[in-house]
């Protein structure tokens, strides 16, 4: 029995990656998709792929919201994926001490703000389909611990992790079925990491030495982290909201050492 029959979900950011491997899933489940993403080629290219409907939506930009809102006839899955590192154009330093403010607002517009735009607009969504849903945010192991020289985006997503607890109790307090839980993915290989693993004989090297830490010495895959976002769509997890779980390989479980004496 597919999971997810009779569900309507809206993917952000699922262009690639996570949030594409999320949209393949719901699918995959028999839920009706609408895949979101600035990225229109690639968007497209996507949903055509997978059989889903393309929108295309800045989540940073209220008004793109306020489009395509007709556009949905009834919402019963919101996963608020996009985000950026602040990466993207470039290694412009984004330490403590010497990342600039516009930086910082610029990842915060997109991950931050994107995610509480996402959540007002699946709660209002949400709230006209008879008051159920869920709502799945993709925080990361970054929200959950510092990371020095990626300040804005540790923040960023610790804010996410926060906000979901937030809409959790609100929506309860209001008397809603609408869940809201965070997902929180470690080192998941997806194009993000390409610039960084590269493609020549080293490759192996670079993989084994990001993830030496990580007590299961592996990367994780997008459909792992998309088969969580299935369990927390699914009436399976009805009895959990406000929720994190990590998924890391355990790496946030601690230290392997043996204790002293």
């Not at 949903?47 to 949905?72: C, H």
């Not at 931050?112 to 159920?132: E, S």
């Not at 109790?169 to 390409?194: D, F, K």
């Amino acid at each position: 029995m597919k999971r997810l029959v009779g569900k309507t979900c809206l993917v952000t950011g699922a262009a690639r990656g996570i949030g594409q491997a999320i949209a393949q899933a719901f699918m995959d489940e028999g839920a009706v998709v609408f895949l979101t993403d600035i990225d229109q080629v690639m968007g497209q290219a996507a949903a055509k792929a997978m059989g889903a409907t393309f929108l295309a939506l800045d989540v940073s930009d209220e008004s793109d919201w306020a489009r395509i809102a007709p556009e949905v006839p009834k919402l019963d899955v919101l996963v608020n994926n996009a985000g950026v590192t602040g990466f993207e154009e470039g290694a412009s330093p984004h330490d403590p001490e010497k990342a600039s403010l516009e930086d910082w607002r610029a990842v915060h517009r997109v991950n931050l703000d994107g995610t509480f735009l996402g959540c007002r607009y699946g709660i209002a969504a949400m709230r006209a389909n008879g008051g159920k849903g869920s709502i799945i945010n993709i925080s990361s192991r970054s929200g959950l611990v510092g990371i020095p020289m990626a300040a804005a985006y540790a923040s960023s997503k610790a804010a996410v992790r926060n906000h979901s607890k937030t809409v959790a109790l609100y929506c309860a307090g209001q008397g809603l079925n609408v869940r809201c839980n965070s997902i929180h993915p470690a080192a998941i290989l997806t194009p993000m990491w390409e610039s960084m693993l590269g493609g020549g004989p080293d490759r192996e090297a670079r993989m084994k030495a990001i993830v030496a830490d990580t007590p299961m010495q592996r990367f994780g895959t997008p459909a792992e982290v998309a088969a969580l976002a299935v369990l927390l769509a699914s009436d399976e997890a009805a009895y959990i909201t406000g929720s994190e779980m990590s998924i890391d390989g355990g790496i946030l479980a601690g230290s392997a050492a043996t204790p002293d004496g």
